[in-house]
C-alpha cells in the first residue's frame, strides 16, 4: 500500500527505484491467434476465456478490423475482414481451450508452442499499446483512447456507434477480482473538438477514459485529486520542484 503514494504520479512526488514484487507459477505459455467473422462474437470469445479459471491464460488481445491488417510480421495469419484475438495460453490449458474456440466458432490460424514462441516475434508485441504504435507506422493520423468498460454491453453500444472512427481494441485484466474489458481504441483523428466529443460520449455512457491527450495528472486519470499523493508530496517536495505544472492539486492547494 506504501507504493500507492507514488505508483501512477509521473515524478510528481517522487522516484521508485527499488521495489519487491510477489512471483506467480511459471507456465509455458503457447501463442494462438484466433479469427472470426464477427468482432463482438470475438469480445464475447475473449470474456468467456477470462472467465474460465480452469484455463490458464496469460494475454487476451481482442481487435476489431481493420486493426488486424496494421500486423505486417503476422498477416499471413490474419485474413481480410475478420477480427482477431490474439492469446498467451498454458500449454496445458490448449485442449480445453479448443472446446471454446469452436463453441463461439473461431478459427485457429496460428498456434506455436512455447518452445517455438521464444524464438522471433512474440504476439505480445502487438497488444496493449503495441498496437497503437503499430497503427501510427501505417497511419500517423490515427490517435487512441484508454477505456475502463462495465461490460461487453457497453462495449457493443459503443462500437456500433462509432464504426470505423472508433476503431475497438480491447484487452483484459482483473480489478477488485472482477475481470473486465479494457480499451485501448484506434481513433481517427479529425480535430480536438471532435475527440473531446468522443471522450465525453464515452464518459456520459459510463465508461471510464483515462486521457492520454493531457499532460495533468488529474486529466488523465481518475478525475480525482488523489489526496495521499498530495499529501505525501508536502512532505517529500515542498517546494513543488518534481515534475512542476503537472498537479493540478498542488497548484491549488
Not at 476465456?49 to 481493420?66: E, R
Request: aromatic content about 10%; hydrophobic content about 40%; charged content about 20%.
Amino acid at each position: 500500500d506504501q507504493v500507492q503514494k507514488v505508483n501512477h504520479a509521473y515524478g510528481t512526488n517522487g522516484i521508485i527505484t527499488e521495489l519487491e514484487i510477489p512471483l506467480g507459477p511459471v507456465y509455458p505459455w503457447a501463442e494462438v491467434i484466433v479469427v472470426f467473422d464477427d468482432f463482438m462474437t470475438a469480445a464475447r470469445f475473449g470474456q468467456a476465456l477470462g472467465d474460465a479459471d480452469g484455463l490458464i491464460k496469460k494475454l487476451i488481445s481482442i481487435h476489431a478490423w481493420p486493426i488486424p491488417s496494421y500486423f505486417a510480421a503476422v498477416s499471413n495469419y490474419l485474413p481480410e475482414a475478420k477480427h482477431c484475438a490474439l492469446l498467451m495460453i498454458a500449454e496445458s490449458s490448449l485442449e480445453p481451450f479448443q472446446d471454446l474456440v469452436r463453441e463461439y466458432g473461431g478459427e485457429v490460424t496460428y498456434q506455436k508452442s512455447a518452445h517455438e514462441a521464444s524464438k522471433g516475434v512474440s504476439l505480445a508485441e502487438f497488444t496493449w499499446n503495441h498496437t497503437t504504435l503499430h497503427a501510427r507506422s501505417v497511419d500517423p493520423n490515427l490517435t487512441y483512447l484508454q477505456t475502463s468498460f462495465v461490460n461487453l454491453e457497453q462495449v457493443e453500444h459503443l462500437y456500433h456507434h462509432f464504426g470505423d472512427e472508433v476503431i475497438m481494441h480491447l484487452e483484459f485484466m482483473r480489478v477488485a477480482g472482477k475481470l473486465i474489458p479494457v480499451g485501448l481504441q484506434i481513433v481517427r483523428y479529425s480535430s480536438e473538438d471532435r475527440l473531446n466529443e468522443i471522450i465525453r460520449y464515452h464518459e456520459d455512457y459510463g465508461a471510464l477514459i483515462a486521457n492520454p491527450h493531457t499532460y495533468i495528472l488529474e486529466d488523465g486519470g481518475m478525475k480525482t485529486v488523489d489526496m495521499e499523493q498530495l499529501r505525501f508530496k508536502e512532505i517529500v517536495d515542498p517546494y513543488g520542484l518534481m515534475n512542476p505544472g503537472k498537479m493540478r492539486a498542488w497548484e491549488h492547494r
